[in-house]
């Protein structure tokens, strides 16, 4: 599960973020460009090619559009808040 205190620097305010590379618990992005490539409306990658959420879903079927990134991460490096 992504850890919310580990966020991408980069996250827009909202729900759905990733978190930083350099997660301890082996939980960071680690560049495998699943996200951005699947959902470019929502994540972009960083110089390092680390995702983060540059826009934040709206409505239903974005947030699912989100969702089955989140649900696709190698690493779970994609939270949602609650």
Do not use: W
Not at 6 to 34: M, S, W, Y
Not at 36 to 50: L, Q, V
């Amino acid at each position: 599960m992504a850890n919310i205190k580990l966020k991408h620097p980069n996250n827009v305010p909202g729900t759905f973020f990733t978190t930083h590379p350099d997660d301890p618990n082996g939980e960071g992005c680690i560049a495998c460009n699943v996200c951005y490539s699947s959902a470019p409306d929502f994540f972009k990658e960083d110089e390092d090619g680390n995702g983060y959420i540059y826009r934040q879903p709206v409505t239903p079927q974005e947030i699912s559009d989100c969702v089955d990134q989140l649900d696709s991460c190698p690493v779970g490096a994609i939270g949602k808040a609650v």
